[in-house]
């Protein structure tokens, strides 16, 4: 069969690692690419998808299969474009159900799609417990982007003396580091309800960014993407 899409799911399962920030990073990036995409939100109080690039993204409740079960069928139906699922905390064990009663890794292969997970870290050790619990649980059935978040943390040592991401490059997953950038202008991003877009582009009137506040986030931009570049999204 010919090929449909790949759909990415951006996790971490623990709460203030950045997923969210890297879901944004992420659909910006397929937008200044101009490559197609279809956001999923399941955080359904806070979703960043949905706040920040309303006009790509839905609801979707990780709680119900039927939910679910429309991510994949969104990326057969639509051939061609991406598919963002931006994973709120604690949900992975209703992914991973879901996942596996549906095969959905399976269907994926028969489909010719391409599962990626984003797996968000900090610099903390619950973040290379939560990476060795899903290297355990899903082998090689998915393509892994192990992503050092630096606005959360700039020490990875836990990660690299753990093994376990040694042991994931062998699965054959990409490193990607996003660099620091100044809390007050990710606070004033968020304030603003602003797409990075915007963030770049508009002026300080109704992002509250100045000229060297929006110079930061274009570099800090430029840098994430040479690493997404790497991927192949």
């Known amino acids: 069969m010919a090929s449909t899409t790949n759909i990415h799911l951006i996790g971490g399962e623990k709460g203030g690692v950045g997923k969210s920030l890297m879901a944004r990073v992420l659909a910006q990036y397929l937008i200044d690419r101009q490559l197609p995409f279809l956001g999923f ?13 309303p006009a790509y993204a839905s609801a979707v409740a990780v709680d119900k299969v039927e939910s679910l079960d429309a991510i994949v069928e969104a990326a057969v139906d639509q051939p061609g474009r991406r598919i963002l699922v931006d994973l709120a905390a604690q949900t992975h064990d209703s992914l991973a159900t879901w996942m596996e009663d ?10 010719g799609m391409k599962l990626y997970y984003w797996h968000v870290m900090d610099s903390g050790k619950d973040s290379v417990d939560l990476l060795r619990r899903l290297l355990d649980r899903f082998g090689t059935g998915l393509a892994y982007v192990l992503v050092r978040n630096q606005v959360r943390g700039s020490d990875f040592s836990s990660l690299e003396q753990s093994g376990e991401q040694a042991r994931a490059i062998g699965m054959g997953a990409h490193v990607v ?25 508009t002026e300080r009137d109704s992002t509250g960014l100045g000229l060297m506040d929006r110079q930061r986030v274009k ?4 840098d994430v993407y040479r690493e997404i570049d790497d991927v192949g999204v």
């Open 219 to 222: 570099m800090w931009l430029r």
């Open 41 to 53: 939100d399941t955080d359904r109080s806070h979703g960043a998808l949905m706040r920040f690039y």
């Open 102 to 111: 549906a095969g959905v890794i399976g269907l994926a292969d028969e489909l």
């Open 177 to 201: 580091s996003v660099k620091r950038l100044n809390e007050h202008v990710i606070q004033k991003i968020d304030a603003a309800s602003s797409s990075f877009w915007q963030a770049t582009t």
